[in-house]
Nanobody, 125 residues
């Protein structure tokens, strides 16, 4: 079993930055790929970014490429999402999740094994 807790969400103006964190506990963290997803009420959850357990290979949705950076610290069992140049359309609840690298690359929501409860990001115009 893996427990995931997100933090770092909040209210920010368009063009600003936020850094989300996801702390993991339970089973061995370093063997899993990690992903960030987001969901707007009334819409489907969507893939944002993913990182391999090696902390080197990353993958991004086109909508955030060049603005968001995912990273992880296996020693601290934590994955991060640095979000820059935020836009109002980035407003959503952001979730971290654990799964295989293949699943992360596919962006397949149902294939992720464990989820956090999410943190709300609101970007004002």
């Amino acid at each position: 079993q893996v427990q995931l807790v997100e933090s770092g969400g909040g209210l920010v103006q368009a063009g600003g930055s936020l850094r989300l964190s996801c702390a993991a506990s339970g089973r061995i963290f370093s063997n899993y790929a990690m992903g960030w997803f987001r969901q707007v009420p009334g819409k489907e959850r969507e893939f944002v970014a993913g990182i391999h357990w090696n902390a080197v290979s990353t993958y991004y949705a086109d909508s955030v490429k060049g603005r968001f950076t995912i990273s992880r610290d296996n020693g601290k069992n934590t994955v991060y999402l640095q979000m820059n140049s935020l836009k109002p359309e980035d407003t959503a609840v952001y979730y971290c999740a654990v799964g295989s690298w293949t699943t992360v690359l596919s962006g397949r929501i149902s294939g992720m094994n464990y989820w956090g409860k999410g943190t709300l990001v609101t970007v004002s115009s």
